[in-house]
């Protein structure tokens, strides 16, 4: 569990409690560059894979903490306003430009599900 120092002394009592372990990196929020840095220190970690949803991959990928994105798109569709996306977060600045994947691989399975690996670029 990652943790900033502003985090309620009661919640940090309850992960105890809970025997789940805790890393604070950060003073008002979680810094996630320091922590992947702490957490490749610590515990000698040197892949995450992140399959949150899209508030943390959003933030993981506008720190510039991406390498790859690996995408399943099913043959199915959900709409409709406040449907969860995978990479959210505030909107591009003026003159921001969108992260360019450039394609790995593709795989359609028998099923239509189709498995799409992005390298990030830059």
Do not use: H
């Not at 515990?43 to 510039?64: E, I, Q």
């Not at 569709?77 to 990479?87: A, E, Q, R």
């Not at 959210?88 to 969108?98: A, K, M, T, Y």
């Amino acid at each position: 569990m990652l943790v900033a120092r502003a985090t309620p002394q009661p919640y940090l009592a309850y992960l105890r409690a809970e025997s789940v372990s805790y890393l604070v990196v950060g003073e008002a929020q979680v810094d996630l560059r320091a922590a992947l840095r702490r957490m490749r220190e610590k515990l000698g970690v040197n892949c995450v894979v992140s399959n949150a949803g899209g508030g943390l991959n959003g933030a993981l990928l506008r720190a510039g903490l991406v390498d790859a994105v690996d995408l399943l798109v099913a043959p199915a569709l959900v709409g409709g306003l406040g449907t969860p996306s995978i990479f959210d977060g505030v909107p591009l600045s003026d003159g921001e430009v969108p992260t360019r994947l450039q394609l790995i691989s593709a795989e359609a399975e028998a099923d239509g599900l189709l498995r799409l690996r992005y390298e990030v670029i830059g």
